[in-house]
């Protein structure tokens, strides 16, 4: 039994005392901070968009204010969210929690229309301005990110979409539903029914509780009684990904050993039984002081 925790002792100290293993340490919290805030971060990072819209004909009067009201009423609702974020945090409107909240919305900024662009005809002559103005042959200052032309055919809105990028769909989605919204108050009103009512009945969510004899309190379930699902479900990630780690670790100690002839010489003073327990318990002791720290780290956050 000493010859066992001799080998333990050495293979937990062998990994303890390294710098890598503090690293991995801290690695699997950091990896998991930055995999929910690199996408609000590349979200805030994304660049405004220079946008403009064009109404090809008189009966597409109205799509590029339905467009503009659209923008307007999204950062409307963006800025009621963090306002809403900051109150029930109680922190002051310019805070990263404000901040978090207000992210998310399309970030488009509608421009003027060129002259020559306004008055164009679609056809080649067309085309050749706006890949003028969609790419680097425009000074920057004047270099739009999309142009959006509206139409109107039997009754219907329709759009055609030119943007600097092929794969930035922003403006397209955008667009598409703001005439989906626009279409829907046209049917809606030509049917004599109130838009503002049926946007009422789409935004009700109902209020439900639910209850269960074996809740905690015996009527309604709370999260008290969901926490031990969601204890259980984080702890067997954490423990996989530990056994993960363990599993590689003792394989890299049997293979560095064996190639440095030190199997050899604990086998002349230990039996593979003996050896093979201690390097499990010592890489055991490893991973349940990573548990330690962490569960350390959480209470005192």
Not at 28 to 40: C, I, M, N, R, S
Not at 127 to 143: I, N
Request: aromatic residues 6%; hydrophobic residues 50%; negative net charge.
């Amino acid at each position: 039994m000493n010859r066992v925790l001799l080998i333990a002792r050495r293979e937990f100290l062998a990994y303890a005392r390294t710098v890598g293993f503090w690293l991995s340490l801290l690695a699997f919290p950091l990896f998991a901070v930055l995999g929910g805030a690199l996408p609000l971060l590349m979200r805030g990072a994304d660049p405004v968009r220079a946008v403009v819209l064009i109404e090809e004909g008189p009966e597409a009067t109205g799509l590029a204010a339905a467009v503009r009201d659209a923008l307007t009423a999204d950062a409307e609702r963006r800025d009621t969210r963090a306002r809403e974020a900051a109150a029930s945090t109680g922190a002051p409107p310019g805070s990263a929690e404000s901040a978090l909240a207000s992210l998310g919305g399309p970030r488009m900024r509608i421009r003027s229309a060129p002259e020559d662009l306004a008055t164009s005809q679609p056809g080649p002559e067309q085309d050749a301005l706006l890949r003028r103005y969609l790419t680097d042959e425009t000074p920057k200052d004047e270099r739009l990110d999309a142009v959006v032309f509206l139409s109107r055919a039997g009754g219907v809105p329709s759009a055609r979409v030119w943007a600097a990028r092929a794969t930035d769909d922003t403006v397209e989605d955008f667009v598409r539903g703001a005439l989906r919204d626009a279409n829907r108050d046209t049917v809606l009103g030509a049917a004599g029914i109130d838009a503002a009512v049926v946007e009422r009945a789409d935004a009700f969510r109902p209020e439900i509780s639910v209850f269960s004899p074996r809740s905690a309190s015996g009527g309604e379930v709370s999260f008290r009684d969901r926490l031990p699902g969601i204890i259980g479900l984080a702890f067997s990630f954490i423990l996989w990904s530990l056994i993960i780690t363990g599993a590689s670790i003792l394989l890299n100690s049997v293979m560095e050993e064996k190639s440095n002839k030190i199997l050899e010489v604990l086998l002349s003073s230990a039996s593979a039984t003996e050896i093979l327990t201690g390097k499990v318990l010592g890489v055991a002791m490893l991973t349940l002081s990573v548990l330690i720290v962490w569960g350390e780290s959480a209470l005192r956050d």
